[in-house]
C-alpha cells in the first residue's frame, strides 16, 4: 500500500534552529545566567519590583483597615481576589500541560519551552494563592481552612467546595514545584561545574544535589520525572475541575452549572498558552532564544489556542442552551442578564476575545507572524479575567429581586491585581537571571547529535 | 410586552455620559471611606497607634487596670445576667405611648410596648424601638452651657434667680406639647404669676382641633377606631405611619387578618397608609380637600353651612367615578372617614360631619391641653415674637426642641430670641436655638426623669426612670421649680407630690407603687365626650394653588427633626423610598420628566425668598406637579457614624415653611447641574425582572374574591411530567439532600410565619432587630456601597401601574432553612445547623469567606466590611445588649431568629409548671415589637402553638421552595380587598 507521506512527516524539521552543537547550547544558556545583569534586565525589573511593592502595600492596608476597601457589597460576597484566583490558577495550567502531557505524549518540541512554563505555572500558582488567603475576612485566621489537630477538635467543613480548593490548589503547588526542580537538577550541574564563584558554586552545588551525570543518575533521573508527570498530568484536570467546584456546586442561576468542570479546564489551558505566548515571544527576543523557542513552536501553541477556544466557545454557547432547555426561569434569565444586562459589555469583552478574535489562527501568516501572535495572547489573557469577572458577577442578580446591586472595583481592587503582576513578573524576571531558562538537557536530548544515527558522526554517511 | 424598568433605570438611562461622570466621581470622593491620595481621620490614628503600640513594646506593656467588683449593697431583685423589665410611658409631640424597658444591670437597653397599655399593647413603631439610642447619644449636650461655657447645675440655678426671678421683665414659657397633668399644675401657678406659657409643636395636630372647634363646638381630639370600620377611607391621612398610633396600626391589622376591611386613600404624597390600600387615589395634597367637599354632598351631609360654603367641584373623571364608588361604599355600613393633620381645618370639619352622617366608629375626647390655650401654636408663636419685639417678654425659657430652627420661618424667632434679656433653654443637644441662649441646660432623657403623661383617650401613666441622669441634666419639672422657686426641686417628688395631693395620702404608697408596676392608672383622666356637628364656624373653602408645590411631610424615623442625630434612625430606610441619610425632593416620574431632571440630581427649591437645593428623587404614585420635602435633615452630624464621611446629611427645609404654608406651599423648581448620590437601600424595585420574564412568586397576592374562589393561590406549583406547568414558582422537582438531615421530629422546632397581609411596611421590626441584636449604623457611604447591617430587610415592590403603583412589604430575614445552603459551603463549619432547626453562626470560627452569603438565595447575611461595631461611640456602645455578641470585622452575621430569647425562655421553661407556655411566650425582637402583630413565632412541633396553626393556613407558602430549602419561616399571601365597582 503506498502512503503519501509530506516532506515534514518524513523529515520533520530541526527542533532547534542553526545547527548548534551540544557546546553552543550549554554557552547560550548558560551564558545568560552568567553574564552581568544587563541594562534591558534591570529595566524590566523595575517595573516589576514596583508592581510587588504595591501589591504589598495594597495587602497591608487591606489586612489593617478591612476587606471594606474592596468594591464588595451585599449580594456581591465575592469580587476581583477571586476572580483573579481564578484567573492565576488558569494560567498555572499550560505549564503543567507542556511538562507532564506533552511529556507522556512525546511531544518533543516541548522541550525548549517546558522550563519557563513550568516557571511560569509555579509564579501563576504562587500569585493565585495569595488571593484566597487575603481575601477572608479575617486573614489571621485563614488557617482554620487547613485541618490541623486542634484540643477543640473543630475539623475544617469538608463538604466545602473552599477547603476542596486549599488541597487541590496546594496539591498542584507542591506537585509541580517538584516537577520542575526535578528537571533542573541536571542543568544545575551544568552551572555549578561552570561556576567561577565561590557563591554560585555551592548555590548550585547544594541545588543540583550532587548529580554527576552518571548513568545511574540519569537512569533514576528520567524513572522520576516519568512518574512525577504522570502525577502531575491528572492534576491538570483536577485543579480547575475543583476550582470550578467553588461556583458549580452553589445554587446561584448562572453558576450551578454541570458544564463547569470541563469548560474551566478548556479555559485553563486556554489562559495558560495565551500568558506562555505573552512571556516567551518577548523573552526569545530580549534572551536571544530564537534558535531553542523557534517559529514552529509559537505555531504549535497558536494551534492550542484555537483549539481550546472554540472548546471554550462552545461552552458559553452551550450555558445558554442548557439554560434554554432546563425551563428554570433563573438560570435563563442569569444568562439572558449576563448578555444583556448590567454587566453585558464584560460578557461583551469576554466573547471578543475569547471566541473571535483567535479564529485569525486559522491562517498560517497570522500565526507566525510574532507580533499578531502576541497581540492576540494579550486578548486571550484579558477575555479570559473577563470569563471569571462574568461568572463571579452572576451574584448581582440572582433569586430576590430586592437585593439586587451592582459592582464597581475601587483603587484597591485594581492595585491588587495590578501588584499580583508585579510578582508575578518579579519571580519570573529573577528566574530567566538566575536559573537555567531553557532544560539544555531535555533540548540537548533532541538534538539531531543526540541521535546515535546522525549523520554528523559519519562524515561519509549512509546511502539511506 | 417590554416593560421599562424605571426604578434602577432613571438615572442610569435618562444621564448624559457627563452627567453619569460627575455621578460617579462625587460618589467615589465622598464615598470611599480611604484612598491613598487623602488620608484620613481613622488612618491617621491607625498610624500614630501603631507607631505608640510599637514605642510601648520596647518597654513593657501595660493593661489598663479594670476591676469587677460585686455589689457591697446588691440592689433588691436583682440578679446579675437576669434583665429586669420597668413599666414606664413617654410622648411622642403629645402621643403616649406605654413602654416596658428592658435593663440589664442597671443600664436600659431596650424598649417594648407595655401590652397592658391601651396606647400599645405590647407593639411599638420604629421610632419608639430606636428611642433608647437617644439615652446613650454621644452628641448629647452633658453639662449646662452659661454663655456658651460649660457651668454647674447650681451655677444654672443661680442664673435662673437672678436672671429670672429676680429681674423685673415680662417672662414666658415656650413648651413642646406636653400633657403631663404634674407640670400643667405648675404652668397653671407660673400663669398665675403672670407668666405667659406658649405651646408649639412643629408638627401638630392644630388643624383638626380648630376643625373640630368650628363643626363640634369644642376643644376636641378625634381618636377614629379603625378596627372598628368595614370601609375606611383616608383623606391624607397617614394613620398607619408617625402620624397614626400603635393602636391604630394594631387594631387595623386585626380587621385587615380577619379579610373584613377595605381601605381606600386619597392623597398626595406615597404615605404607609397608602401602600397599604386596596384603591388608592392620587391627588394633589391641597385638591383633597375639593373630594373632602364633594363626598360631603354625595354622602349627603344636611347641614346649611356646608351646602352654601361649598365649592364648585372641580374632581377629574377618574376621581369623580373614585368618588362614587367609595361613597356607595361607605354608605353600605360601617365606613369611618379619616382626615391628615396636614389637611386645613375646613376638611377636620368636614370629616366630622361626614362621620357623624355615616354614624362612624370616632371617639372624640377633651383635648388635654388647658382651655385657655390657642389653638393654634403658631399663632401664639406669632404673639410671643410680638411681645418680644415689643418688650413685654425679656426673659423666655424654652423646654426642649429647637424653636429657632422648626418655627415657621416668617416668624423670624430667631432674631426675636436674640432680643432678649435672658434666654434659658432646656436641650437635648447642641441646636440653632441652644447657640441663642444665655443659658442652656441639658435635659433629661425621658428613661432618667419622673413625669406623667395622660394619653389622649385618657389614660394616665407615670413616666418612671430607669437609670440616673448620665450626665448634669434636669427635667422640664426640675426646671420649672426653680422657675417657680420651689422648694422641692426633684421630679420624682412634684410628681409624686401632685398625685398625692390629688389622690390623698391614704393607701397612697400602694397605690403609686401599683401604677409604676402597670405603668398605667386604672382610672381614666376624662372618657369619650359625646359631640354633635353643626356648622362650620365659619371655616371657608380653601382655593387650590396654582403651580407646583413643596409639600413638607414628617419623616417617618426623624420625625420634625428630633431624632436627626440617632445614627440607627438615619439609617433606617424611608418605608416607601427606601433613602437613607438624606431627604430629597420627592417627584413623580411625571413631574420629573416635566422638570427634566433624573433621580439624585440637585433641584433648587424657591418659596418666596427662601431657597433650598435638595437632590430629586423618583418616586412612582407621588402626585403630579408637587414635590414631596421631608423635615427634620439637614443636622450637622460630626463624625456620628465613623464611615458618614460627611458632616452633614439631607437638608433643613424648615426655611421654606411659613405659616401659611405649613403643609404645602407654591414653589419655584429649577433643576441644577450637579449630581447628589443618595444611599437607598433597594436598588431594584419590582418583581418581574425584566427581559419579559414572569414576575418572582417571593410575593404572592390575590383579590378577596379570587382568594374565595380559590383558596390555595398561593401554594407553589411544582412540574408534574405531562402536566401544564401551573401558575407560579417552578424550577424542577424537589431535589433531595445529600446529606444526612437532622431529625426535626423531636423537641422544640423553632418556625416563624410572616402575615404579609396585616404587616404595613412600618420599620418596627427592623429597629428592634437593630436594638436587640446589636446591629451598628455602617453610614451613608457604606450604604451606598450596598453594606447596610440590618438583618430584616424590608422589600418594597411596586406593582402594577407605572404612575399609580400598588406597593407589597415584605419583611425579609433569614429563613432558617433545613437545607441550608449557606451551611456546607463554610470551609470552617462556622455556621451550622441546630438540633432545633435554627441555621446557627459561630461568630467566633467565622473566617469571613463571604461564600455562605452567596450562596443564600435570599440574600439575608450581612457582613462585617469593616469594624463597624468597634468604631460606635462608647457611650453608645452602653445599649448593647449583653447576650448578644458583638461582631468583629471579617465575620458574617445574620438573623438568629433571637437565639438568646429562645435559649432564655427554655431556661424559664425547663423550671415552669406550665412549660409550654412559656414556650409560647417565646418572640424575637422583630415579633415582640410588631404592632400589626404580623410576625409570629414558636414551636411547629407543638401542634397545639399559634405558629403551627397558621403554617396550616391554605394562604401560607414558603419562598423558593422548588429550590428545596424547606425554610422555616414562611408568609401568609396577602389578599387585598378591593371594590369590585372600581376593578378594570
Known amino acids: ?464 | 410586552m417590554t416593560r421599562p424598568q424605571y426604578w434602577r433605570g432613571y438615572a442610569e438611562r435618562e444621564a448624559s455620559p457627563e452627567f453619569q461622570a460627575a455621578l460617579e466621581s462625587e460618589f467615589g470622593e465622598e464615598a470611599s471611606p480611604s484612598t491613598l491620595g487623602e488620608p484620613t481621620r481613622r488612618g491617621f490614628l491607625g498610624l500614630v497607634s501603631a507607631a505608640l503600640a510599637g514605642g510601648s513594646l520596647a518597654g513593657c506593656v501595660r493593661r489598663p487596670e479594670q476591676r469587677i467588683m460585686p455589689y457591697s449593697k446588691a440592689p433588691e431583685d436583682l440578679l446579675p445576667g437576669v434583665p429586669q423589665r420597668y413599666a414606664t410611658a413617654t410622648h411622642l409631640a403629645g402621643e403616649v405611648i406605654g413602654l416596658l424597658v428592658e435593663s440589664h444591670e442597671g443600664r436600659p437597653t431596650k424598649l417594648e410596648g407595655n401590652p397592658d397599655h391601651p396606647t400599645s399593647g405590647g407593639g411599638t413603631n420604629a421610632l419608639q424601638q430606636g428611642w433608647i439610642f437617644d439615652l446613650y447619644d454621644p452628641t448629647r449636650l452633658t453639662t449646662p452651657l452659661k454663655g456658651h461655657k460649660p457651668a454647674t447645675l447650681d451655677e444654672a440655678a443661680a442664673f435662673i434667680k437672678a436672671q429670672i426671678i429676680e429681674a423685673k421683665g415680662g417672662v414666658a414659657v415656650l413648651s413642646e406639647a406636653a400633657p403631663s397633668p404634674s407640670l400643667m399644675a405648675m404652668r397653671a401657678r407660673l400663669e398665675a404669676k403672670g407668666v405667659r406659657w406658649i405651646t408649639y409643636e412643629p408638627i401638630n395636630r392644630d388643624a383638626e382641633a380648630e376643625g373640630l372647634q368650628a363643626a363640634l363646638k369644642a376643644r376636641l381630639i378625634a381618636r377614629p377606631r379603625v378596627g372598628a370600620a368595614r370601609v375606611i377611607l383616608s383623606l391624607d391621612a397617614d394613620f398607619l405611619g408617625v402620624e397614626g398610633t400603635v393602636a391604630q396600626t394594631r387594631d387595623w391589622a386585626a380587621s385587615r387578618r380577619a379579610l373584613k376591611s377595605r381601605l381606600y386613600v386619597v392623597e398626595g404624597r406615597y404615605s404607609l397608609t397608602g401602600t397599604n390600600a386596596d384603591h388608592r387615589l392620587r391627588l394633589r395634597s391641597d385638591a383633597v380637600e375639593g373630594y373632602a367637599w364633594a363626598l360631603a354632598s354625595a354622602l349627603g351631609v344636611d347641614d346649611p353651612e356646608i351646602k352654601a360654603a361649598a365649592p364648585k367641584p372641580a374632581l377629574s373623571v377618574a376621581a369623580q367615578a373614585n368618588l362614587k364608588a367609595v361613597a356607595a361604599d361607605l354608605k353600605a355600613g360601617g365606613g369611618l372617614v379619616l382626615a391628615g393633620r396636614r389637611q386645613p381645618p375646613v376638611v377636620h370639619a368636614l370629616v366630622a360631619h361626614i362621620n357623624q352622617a355615616l354614624k362612624a366608629p370616632v371617639d372624640y375626647f377633651p383635648a388635654a391641653a388647658p382651655v385657655n390655650e390657642p389653638l393654634n401654636g403658631a399663632a401664639a408663636l406669632a404673639g410671643l415674637v410680638k411681645a418680644i419685639k415689643a418688650g413685654e417678654i425679656e426673659a423666655l425659657v424654652i423646654l426642649g426642641g429647637d424653636p429657632a430652627r422648626t418655627a415657621p420661618a416668617d416668624l423670624k424667632l430667631g432674631e426675636a430670641l436674640g432680643q432678649l434679656k435672658t434666654l434659658v433653654h432646656l436641650a437635648d443637644r447642641p441646636c440653632a436655638t441652644a447657640r441663642l441662649a444665655h443659658l442652656t441646660i441639658p435635659r433629661s432623657h425621658f428613661l432618667e426623669a419622673w413625669s406623667d403623661w395622660v394619653s389622649a383617650e385618657g389614660v394616665v401613666s407615670i413616666q418612671q426612670p430607669l437609670v440616673a441622669p448620665l450626665h448634669a441634666s434636669w427635667s422640664a419639672h426640675t426646671l420649672l421649680a426653680h422657675l417657680l422657686g420651689d422648694e422641692e426641686k426633684g421630679c420624682h417628688a412634684i410628681v409624686r407630690g401632685h398625685y398625692r395631693a390629688l389622690r390623698g395620702a391614704l393607701g397612697f404608697h400602694r397605690a403609686w407603687r401599683k401604677w409604676l408596676h402597670d405603668g398605667l392608672m386604672p382610672e381614666r383622666a376624662f372618657e369619650a365626650s359625646p359631640a354633635v356637628a353643626s356648622g362650620l364656624g365659619g371655616l371657608k373653602a380653601s382655593t387650590p394653588i396654582e403651580g407646583p408645590l413643596v409639600e413638607f411631610v414628617e419623616d417617618p424615623h426623624l420625625f420634625d427633626g428630633r431624632f436627626e442625630h440617632n445614627v440607627l434612625l438615619q439609617e433606617a430606610p424611608d418605608p416607601v423610598t427606601k433613602l437613607t441619610w438624606d431627604n430629597a425632593a420627592l417627584m413623580s416620574p411625571k413631574t420629573a420628566k416635566a422638570l427634566g431632571v433624573i433621580a439624585e440630581q440637585r433641584v433648587s427649591l424657591k418659596v418666596g425668598e427662601a431657597l433650598v437645593h435638595l437632590p430629586a428623587w423618583i418616586v412612582p404614585g407621588m402626585a403630579d406637579e408637587s414635590v414631596f420635602v421631608a423635615l427634620g435633615y439637614g443636622a450637622a452630624l460630626k463624625n456620628a457614624v465613623e464611615y458618614a464621611q460627611q458632616s452633614q446629611v439631607g437638608v433643613d427645609v424648615y426655611p421654606l415653611r411659613a405659616t401659611a404654608g405649613a403643609s404645602w406651599a407654591a414653589v419655584k423648581i429649577e433643576p441644577l447641574d450637579e449630581a447628589y448620590p443618595l444611599a437607598c437601600v433597594q436598588r431594584y424595585a419590582r418583581l418581574d425582572p425584566g427581559y419579559d420574564y414572569p414576575e418572582r412568586h417571593n410575593v404572592r397576592e390575590a383579590t378577596l374574591a379570587e382568594y374565595q374562589a380559590n383558596p390555595t393561590f398561593a401554594k407553589p406549583g411544582i412540574i408534574k411530567h405531562g402536566e401544564p406547568i401551573p401558575k407560579g414558582e417552578v424550577i424542577h422537582p424537589p431535589e433531595a439532600s445529600i446529606f444526612g438531615d437532622h431529625d426535626y421530629s423531636k423537641g422544640n422546632q423553632w418556625g416563624m410565619v410572616i402575615d404579609l397581609n396585616a404587616c404595613t411596611g412600618c420599620n418596627a421590626c427592623l429597629m428592634a432587630c437593630v436594638a436587640e441584636n446589636n446591629i451598628p449604623a455602617v453610614g451613608k457611604a457604606e450604604v451606598m456601597k450596598g453594606r447596610e447591617l440590618h438583618w430584616i430587610r424590608m422589600d418594597r415592590y411596586f406593582v402594577g401601574d407605572e404612575e399609580d403603583p400598588q406597593v407589597v412589604h415584605q419583611p425579609m430575614a433569614c429563613q432558617q432553612c433545613e437545607t441550608a445552603p449557606c451551611e456546607n459551603v463554610c470551609p470552617v463549619a462556622a455556621t451550622t445547623h441546630s438540633p432545633e432547626g435554627l441555621n446557627d453562626m459561630a461568630y467566633n470560627r467565622c473566617i469571613g469567606t463571604r461564600y455562605c452569603s452567596n450562596n443564600c438565595p435570599f440574600k439575608v447575611r450581612r457582613f462585617n466590611f469593616y469594624n463597624y461595631a468597634k468604631d460606635q461611640a462608647e457611650l453608645a456602645q452602653m445599649q448593647r445588649n449583653p447576650n448578644v455578641t458583638v461582631r468583629f470585622r471579617g465575620v458574617m452575621e445574620k438573623c438568629t431568629y433571637c437565639v438568646q430569647r429562645i435559649n432564655a425562655g427554655k431556661r424559664l421553661a425547663r423550671d415552669a409548671a406550665d412549660p409550654r407556655a412559656i414556650i409560647e411566650s417565646i418572640t424575637p425582637a422583630c415579633g415582640q415589637a410588631c404592632p400589626a402583630g404580623a410576625i409570629v413565632f414558636g414551636d411547629i412541633n407543638d401542634k397545639k402553638s399559634r405558629v403551627s396553626a397558621l403554617k396550616q393556613q391554605p394562604l401560607d407558602y414558603t419562598l423558593l421552595s422548588s429550590l428545596n430549602l424547606q425554610p422555616r419561616t414562611s408568609y401568609l399571601a396577602k389578599v387585598r380587598n378591593p371594590n369590585p365597582k372600581l376593578e378594570g
Not at chain 1, 500558582?125 to 488557617?143: D, N, Q, S
Not at chain 1, 516567551?280 to 527576543?285: D, E, T
Not at chain 1, 502576541?374 to 448581582?396: A, K
Request: net charge neutral; hydrophobic share 55%.
Open chain 1, 1 to 464: 500500500m503506498a502512503h503519501n507521506y509530506d516532506a515534514e512527516t518524513l523529515f520533520p524539521p530541526p527542533l532547534v534552529d542553526n545547527d548548534l552543537s551540544f557546546g553552543e547550547v550549554t554557552e547560550k544558556i548558560c551564558g545568560i545566567v552568567e553574564a552581568p545583569p544587563n541594562h534591558k534586565w534591570l529595566l524590566a525589573l523595575i517595573p516589576a519590583l514596583t508592581g510587588l511593592t504595591i501589591l504589598g502595600g495594597a495587602i497591608g492596608w487591606l489586612i489593617w483597615e478591612g476587606t471594606g476597601i474592596w468594591g464588595l457589597n451585599n449580594p456581591m460576597g465575592w469580587g476581583w481576589a477571586i476572580v483573579n484566583f481564578v484567573f492565576w490558577v488558569g494560567i498555572g495550567h499550560a505549564g503543567t500541560l507542556i511538562s507532564a502531557i506533552l511529556f507522556l505524549f512525546r511531544q518533543r518540541w516541548r522541550t525548549a519551552i517546558n522550563r519557563f512554563a513550568e516557571a511560569m505555572t509555579i509564579f501563576a500558582v504562587i500569585c493565585a494563592l495569595i488571593f484566597p488567603g487575603i481575601h477572608v475576612g479575617r486573614v489571621w485566621a485563614a488557617y482554620w481552612m487547613l485541618p490541623l489537630p486542634n484540643q477543640m477538635s473543630m475539623w475544617p467543613n469538608f463538604r466545602s467546595p473552599l477547603l476542596w480548593d486549599v488541597f487541590a490548589v496546594s496539591t498542584y503547588f507542591t506537585v509541580s514545584l517538584m516537577f520542575w526542580y526535578v528537571g533542573l537538577v541536571p542543568d544545575m550541574a551544568t552551572l555549578r561545574d561552570r561556576a567561577k564563584s565561590k557563591i554560585g558554586f555551592w548555590i548550585y552545588g547544594v541545588l543540583s544535589l550532587g548529580w554527576r551525570g552518571a548513568n545511574r543518575h540519569w537512569q533514576n533521573y528520567e524513572r522520576a520525572y516519568l512518574l512525577l508527570a504522570a502525577l502531575a498530568t491528572p492534576l491538570v484536570l483536577s485543579v480547575h475541575t475543583i476550582v470550578s467546584f467553588d461556583f458549580a456546586v452553589s445554587l446561584i442561576p448562572g453558576w450551578h452549572t454541570t458544564i463547569f468542570p470541563p469548560y474551566f479546564v478548556a479555559g485553563a489551558i486556554f489562559s495558560g498558552f495565551a500568558m506562555v505566548l505573552t512571556l516567551a515571544i518577548p523573552a526569545r527576543k530580549i534572551f536571544g532564544l530564537e534558535d531553542f523557542i523557534t517559529v514552529r513552536h509559537i505555531e504549535n501553541m497558536t494551534k492550542i489556542i484555537l483549539v481550546t477556544g472554540m472548546m471554550v466557545g462552545y461552552a458559553y454557547a452551550m450555558e445558554f442552551f442548557i439554560a434554554w432547555y432546563s425551563g428554570s426561569e433563573y438560570e435563563s434569565f442569569a444568562f439572558v442578564n449576563r448578555a444583556l444586562g448590567p454587566f453585558g459589555w464584560a460578557y461583551f469583552i469576554m466573547v471578543s476575545c475569547n471566541v473571535i478574535t483567535p479564529q485569525i489562527f486559522w491562517f498560517k501568516k497570522m500565526r507566525t507572524n510574532m507580533t499578531v501572535v502576541f497581540i492576540l495572547s494579550i486578548f486571550v489573557n484579558i477575555g479570559m479575567w473577563f470569563e471569571r469577572f462574568v461568572i463571579t458577577m452572576s451574584l448581582h442578580r440572582d433569586f430576590i429581586p430586592s437585593s439586587w446591586d451592582y459592582y464597581s472595583p475601587t483603587i484597591f481592587d485594581i492595585l491588587t491585581f495590578i501588584g499580583s503582576f508585579g510578582l508575578f513578573f518579579t519571580l519570573f524576571i529573577l528566574f530567566m537571571k538566575f536559573l537555567p531558562a531553557v532544560a539544555m538537557a531535555e533540548v540537548k536530548g533532541v538534538l539531531p547529535q543526540a541521535d546515535p544515527h546522525w549523520s554528523g558522526y559519519h562524515e561519509e554517511g549512509h546511502d539511506d
